[in-house]
């Protein structure tokens, strides 16, 4: 049953916590500066005349190929292992696969085609980290290889949509990791499919599946296979095993692709049923502007929030604070989207932004630790790439908890970089797990006064 009205695309028409997120940076900026191009043909195919867009058909009898053109062709199906971030195969020919203990993706050569006596293999992690050894440990690799057709196992479910391959493991479980690794990814990669697409997912999470399931439903037509325990074995005449990925919470611009994070966030508002698609703007509205603090249960709290409720009454907001629910999505959604200036310190509870109007202000607190980089990279520019207005706070020594754990000539203080050498574990531990913000309400006044101004500003329309 479908969860809420289909999305189309207007083309065609509990976990380690957010603070995995700088070690993960850490990697992937040293990697990115080793990578290189490296494009390669995985395995051989022959490309058939399959439309990708016919009917779904399921049976138990072997795939045949509908009669047609027989010119060979010199396209074959590639994987791209260019990117640090993500490998990824978009396949085309006689594909079959089979989870549970093998989790193997073959293509069947015919006689005629193959090249040899000999088998070609490889594995791949279908999950958009690779340069994260701590979160591919948890995905599984699935086993590729190109068979003759008498070697391959037998088809016992068809099917003639694409089929489309990734991962639920990795850091899933973090806001932040659930959408910038999965949900982004497999929008960008699947919407021009408009729904005629089958979801093969590996490391499947029931509860993960339960929490999301409103976004898969509205991508695809098709119920969801649990690829590690399913013995059957399904081919297609199209598979896309990994996502499409350049940027955490971002989609680079470019003709390749049909759609922009402003089309997630209209998904978004989609299957969650969130009314609101503009911020507060003074000559239609007879309310205040709503701010809304995020609360959160363990480390980089907001310790003095009663006295920052009260400073945004006093600029003029209506003002609350509000913890999200780590599963029930859409309640906190609707909290956000209600928002016009959404607030909170550094970590995976900013990733609501998505929610928030367009027009609308986010506000980042960046704690002490040098963490300006990550804070940018990670949620100041895909806020302002979806037409949100970003401010951010830096905090001083005054406002960190940690001046009640070290002496103030300490090392945390006086010199950050030499705590980053020591390794991520040890700069996580502190400026992450030990670090709540005791913001200095005069010096953060004019940060809301900013925001306001902003709204007060808004006269683009569209925005």
């Given amino acids: 049953m479908k969860l809420a009205k289909k999305f189309r695309s207007p083309v065609e028409p509990r976990s380690f916590g957010t603070g995995l997120i700088v070690g993960c940076f850490l990697v992937s900026m040293t990697c990115f500066m080793v990578s290189r191009k490296q494009i390669v043909s995985c395995l051989p195919s022959l490309l058939t005349d399959a439309d990708p867009t016919s009917s779904a058909v399921q049976t138990g009898e072997e795939f045949q190929f509908s009669d047609g053109d027989e010119t060979t062709l010199e396209s074959k199906p590639m994987c791209d292992r260019s990117s640090f971030r993500v490998d990824i195969c978009d396949m085309e020919g006689d594909i079959r696969i089979v989870g549970n203990n093998l989790s193997s993706v073959t293509l069947v050569a015919p006689p005629a085609t193959a090249s040899g006596d000999g088998e070609n293999s490889w594995q791949m992690k279908p999950y958009p980290r690779k340069y994260d050894p701590s979160a591919m440990a948890k995905v599984r690799p699935l086993n590729f290889s190109s068979r003759q057709e008498e070697a ?49 997912i590996s490391d499947y999470q029931g509860w993960w599946m339960n ?73 239609a509205s007879a309310t205040k502007p709503r701010l809304v603090f995020i609360a959160r249960g363990g480390t980089r709290r907001f310790v003095n929030m009663e006295e920052l409720l009260a400073a945004a009454e006093e600029v003029g907001f209506e003002a609350v604070a509000s913890e999200p629910d780590f599963y029930d999505v859409a309640q906190f959604g609707r909290v956000v989207n209600s928002a016009d200036v959404m607030v909170g310190v550094h970590g ?34 895909p806020a302002m790439a979806r037409n949100l207005r970003y401010l951010q706070y830096n905090i001083t020594q005054e406002e960190s908890t940690l001046m009640d754990l070290y002496p103030r000539d300490h090392q945390v203080f006086k010199d950050p970089d030499a705590i980053h050498q020591q390794g991520w574990f040890k700069l996580g531990d502190i400026y992450l797990k030990q670090q709540n913000v005791r913001l200095d309400v005069q010096r953060f006044r004019p940060t809301l006064e900013k925001a306001m101004d902003l709204l007060l500003s808004v006269t683009v329309e569209g925005i």
């Fill in 152 to 200: 391959a196992l037998r088809c016992t479910v068809n099917h003639s949509v694409v089929g489309v391959l990734f991962s639920t493991g990795g850091h899933c479980g973090n806001c932040f990791h659930d959408y910038a690794d999965v949900l982004v990814p497999l929008f960008q990669t699947v919407a021009p499919l408009k729904g005629r697409v089958q979801f093969i």
């Fill in 211 to 283: 929490k999301y399931r409103p976004y898969l439903a509205n991508l695809s037509d098709y119920d969801v296979i649990d690829f590690n325990s399913d013995n059957r074995v399904h081919c297609f005449r199209r598979l896309i095993v990994g996502l499409r990925a350049e940027r955490d919470l971002i989609i680079d611009r470019s003709p390749s692709h049909c759609c922009s994070i402003s089309h997630f966030v209209e998904l978004t508002r989609t299957v969650y049923s969130l009314g609101r698609d503009r911020a507060w703007r003074a000559a």
């Fill in 348 to 381: 995976a509870g900013l990733t609501n932004f998505l929610f928030l109007p367009a027009g609308a202000v986010l506000i980042q607190v960046v704690p002490l630790g040098n963490l300006e980089w990550i804070s940018q990279h990670f949620y100041a520019e």
